[in-house]
């Protein structure tokens, strides 16, 4: 019986790889710009940190520099120590958590350099995988601590700090690359990196277009501003870096039902008869949580239809918390499946999981609904639209 049961399971879960592969997603590619290999955030909230350098490392690709390993978790550290500058400033009025924006990454450069990957790997607690759930939770105590104060002691930050350096480890004054000697100051010049290279656009209606505001999410703690775009333009925009050798960094909500483990990203058309399945009628009688359901064990599995996305649909689902800034990944390239539909390929930060060990392929509605905000070369803009942006 043992045996027969066991056979009934291979059997089954062979039945389940043959219908994937025959009734799932083909993609071919049209354009795939070089990236560095997919890397894993792990037990942290700094995906902004890890997707905002990959794109800096294929930035130096591009370039001609080489290929680099920078280091996440100096820019995480360093972006602790000011968000806890302006926590305490604010008495705590301010999002102090373990996300950020892009922002994070590519305003920080001047301020503070960068340092390769070996220099400050920012494992300093045991743990071959970075996990900051504790780190996460004795910081947010210390800087609630301190703002509890009726005044702030001039050693504040000091013990800050202190915290950072046992977790992390301490920031190197110096360090050699290639026989070398540098400061994250000097290694970011030796790089050629400077953060007035590059620009942040988004696509909302609440603001006026082709003009710069601070989007309004938590993880912008920085109030940084984005350059706004209608979304027709923004597409354009993504398109046209991409063809031209450029990577973007990509902010967008992950929650979605089409947001699949398997390495899928599309907007399913529930209501669709395509998706609705054999017995239409059914499927209209169950609840959205029973549709969801459905629609999440096939994402990946087969191809479904898709919603028309337009600007309004990203503005309700943006004032309603339907679309949140959820997490930061690198867009590299353009595909297709095998109906001509174009997907946009993306670097995660969640290791080699997945049939694309650690990539997704994103659709063209997902990505006009879901998009936060996208950082990129000022170069890669098309001309017409640089133009209407003053540069």
């Known amino acids: 019986m043992f045996q027969v049961r066991s056979l009934i399971v291979i059997f089954a879960w062979l039945a389940a790889i043959v219908s994937f592969a025959q009734n799932g997603y083909k993609f071919s590619v049209i354009r795939e710009n070089p990236i560095t290999p997919v890397k894993n955030q792990a037990s ?56 950020g924006s892009f922002a994070d990454v590519i305003e920080t450069i001047e301020e503070f350099g960068i340092i390769p990957e070996d220099a400050y790997t920012g ?65 970011a010049a030796f790089l050629g990196l400077k953060q007035d290279d590059y620009i942040s656009l988004t696509s909302f209606a609440h603001h006026p277009f082709y003009k710069p505001f601070a989007i309004e999410v938590p993880d912008n703690w920085r109030w940084a501003t984005s ?26 909500d992950v929650s979605e039902t089409g947001f699949s483990r398997d390495g899928i990203a ?19 009688g169950l609840s959205s949580r029973e549709r969801d359901a459905n629609l999440r064990m096939r994402v990946g ?38 109906r001509g539909k174009k997907f946009f390929m993306v670097k995660n ?14 659709s063209d509605p997902f990505i006009r609904y879901k998009t936060v905000s996208i950082v990129l070369h000022k170069k890669a803009l098309p001309p017409e639209i640089a133009a209407k942006l003053g540069f």
């Not at 978790?73 to 400033?89: F, G, L, P, Q, S």
């Not at 301490?170 to 000097?186: L, N, R």
């Not at 930060?349 to 994103?362: F, Q, T, V």
């Open 123 to 187: 494992l300093n607690y045991g743990s071959e995988k970075h996990d900051h759930g504790e780190l996460d939770k004795v910081l947010k105590g210390y800087v609630d601590g301190i703002i509890g104060e009726r005044s702030l002691s001039p050693v504040w930050f000091d013990g800050f700090s202190k915290i950072l350096d046992t977790y992390l480890g301490s920031v190197p004054e110096t360090f050699t690359y290639e026989g070398k000697e540098y400061t994250p100051h000097s290694f």
């Open 349 to 362: 930060s969640w290791g080699e999981i997945g049939p694309y060990d650690g990539l997704w392929y994103a």
């Open 266 to 284: 599309v907007v399913p058309d529930e209501l669709s008869a395509a998706n609705a399945g054999s017995d239409e009628a059914r499927w209209l």
């Open 44 to 99: 942290t909230g700094t995906c902004w940190s890890f997707s905002g350098v990959g794109m800096l490392e294929s930035e130096l690709i591009r370039m001609g520099k080489g290929v680099f390993d920078l280091s996440e978790m100096y820019i995480v550290r360093r972006n602790y120590e000011d968000k806890a500058k302006k926590y305490a400033r604010l008495h705590g009025n301010l999002n102090f958590s373990a996300g």
């Open 227 to 252: 350059y706004n775009l209608p979304v027709e333009e923004l597409m354009e925009v993504m398109e046209h870096a991409l063809m031209k050798g450029y990577t973007i960094a990509w902010a967008s």
């Open 301 to 338: 599995s087969e191809v479904l239809t898709e919603k028309q996305i337009t600007q309004e649909m990203r503005q309700s689902a943006f004032d309603n918390y339907a679309t949140t800034d959820d997490h930061g990944m690198q867009i590299y390239g353009i595909a297709k499946d095998q």
